[in-house]
């Protein structure tokens, strides 16, 4: 998504300073393919990672930002990874994180700040002619990622 909201500008900045400071390097912000996105791709030497960022202003309802990451967009996640992965050919080990921040909107002060590293594992999937509607398995470097259900 192309952003233009404030607060999600200081979220993604916020985000991406806080993976350089574990020592990862930012290689995209808003990275696309098609209907695919994810908000910024960071890597080590050894991983890669895919991380959602949620910014919001309030924890309406007692609802953390990072809380509002559904199965659908995690569905999305892995999707958009994989596509990455297949058309960057990277040979680092995939993790999928969440970085959900509160922002007071008048201060733009960061007020919570919460990195759920490796938040999810993809499920398995039967290869079904590269179809993103067909059924897929994730997978990277000749094994397959995630847990069997």
């Not at 696309?32 to 960071?42: C, F, P, Q, S, W």
């Not at 895919?50 to 910014?55: D, L, N, Q, R, S």
């Not at 309406?60 to 596509?83: C, I, L």
């Not at 733009?108 to 002619?129: D, G, K, V």
Request: aromatic fraction near 10%.
């Amino acid at each position: 998504m192309f952003v233009t909201n404030p607060i999600a500008i200081l979220g993604e900045q916020e985000a991406a300073k806080m993976l350089e400071d574990k020592g990862f390097r930012i290689i995209a912000r808003n990275w696309r393919m098609g209907h695919l996105e994810v908000d910024i791709i960071a890597e080590n030497r050894k991983e890669i990672v895919f991380t959602e960022v949620k910014a919001r202003t309030s924890a309406y309802g007692g609802v953390m930002p990072e809380q509002y990451v559904d199965e659908a967009k995690r569905q999305r996640m892995v999707a958009a990874a994989n596509a990455y992965i297949k058309y960057h050919r990277t040979e680092k080990n995939p993790r999928f994180d969440i970085i959900g921040l509160l922002i007071s909107p008048g201060t733009q002060e960061i007020t919570y700040r919460c990195h759920l590293e490796n938040a999810f594992t993809p499920r398995l999937r039967t290869i079904h002619s590269g179809s993103y509607t067909g059924q897929w398995r994730w997978s990277h470097r000749n094994h397959t990622i995630g847990k069997k259900k």
